[in-house]
């Protein structure tokens, strides 16, 4: 079965700290997507990156790096230098394989930085 | 604004009552998807259009949800005879076919009473 897991649940950060998040995940399929999305304050997902399961380079945009490890099927979540506008409720899901892509989601993890 | 709509964005109803809601995806995905989301917790997966053909259903959606997407463009989501335990904010998403990222609309919060 696939399933993904934010032990995190509330993280509280002053701005410009960095802050880390965890995701870790489960699934039979070789072949597999990763996914982070962010849901701020207006409800609407706002998609971060996608990372296929053959590439583990990490990846870096701007203040969001990411670091995916096959070894331990974690796929986690940097913000460096943290502002206000980053708080928001942030979700690690995992593509399924075959046809649909359906993505199962963690629970989410809430993220306030204060000013 | 070329992103995933969805209306209405906000519907309370009486327990019993039945309720539709709409979406529309990118015009160019051929995906649409819906999933339900409750308070704490990540969305759900309920079921998945490919162009207008419904390929898979989550044995979430029971008998009382019906979900179309006539001629492959818009979706609706019908829910009969609503309980309590339908409240949930219900997002559509679309996406390109295969391993694209899906991009989310901004949901229809359901209240029941």
């Known amino acids: 079965a696939q399933k993904v897991t934010q032990a995190q649940t509330e993280i509280s950060v002053v701005e410009k700290e960095d802050v880390t998040l965890d995701c870790v995940y489960e699934?039979?399929?070789?072949?597999?997507?990763l996914f982070w999305y962010k849901q701020p304050p207006s409800g609407e997902l706002v998609f971060l990156i996608r990372?296929?399961?053959?590439?583990?380079q990490n990846e870096i945009s701007g203040r969001y790096s990411w670091n995916f490890q096959k070894s331990t099927s974690s796929f986690n979540f940097t913000i460096t230098a943290s502002q206000v506008v980053d708080s928001a409720v942030y979700f690690c899901?995992?593509?399924?394989?075959?046809?649909?892509?359906?993505?199962?989601f963690g629970k989410g993890i809430t993220l306030s930085v204060r000013p | 604004d070329t992103g995933v709509s969805q209306d209405p964005r906000h519907k309370i109803t009486k327990r019993g009552q039945n309720v539709t809601f709409r979406c529309d995806p990118i015009?160019?995905?051929?995906?649409l998807y819906w999933y339900r989301q409750t308070l704490g917790q990540g969305p759900e997966f309920l079921t998945y259009?490919?162009?207008?053909?419904?390929?898979?259903k989550s044995r979430l959606l029971s008998d009382r949800f019906s979900a179309e997407r006539p001629k492959g463009s818009f979706s609706t989501l019908e829910i009969q005879r609503t309980e309590q335990g339908d409240s949930a904010m219900y997002l559509c998403?679309?996406?390109?076919?295969?391993?694209?990222?899906?991009?989310f609309g901004p949901g229809t919060r359901l209240t029941v009473l």
């Open positions: 899901a995992l593509g399924h394989t075959g046809a649909n892509s359906k993505l199962t």
């Open positions: 259009f490919q162009n207008e053909a419904q390929l898979e």
């Open positions: 990372r296929n399961s053959f590439d583990e």
């Open positions: 998403a679309s996406s390109l076919s295969g391993w694209n990222e899906q991009f």
């Open positions: 015009s160019e995905h051929n995906r």
């Open positions: 699934t039979r399929d070789t072949t597999y997507y």
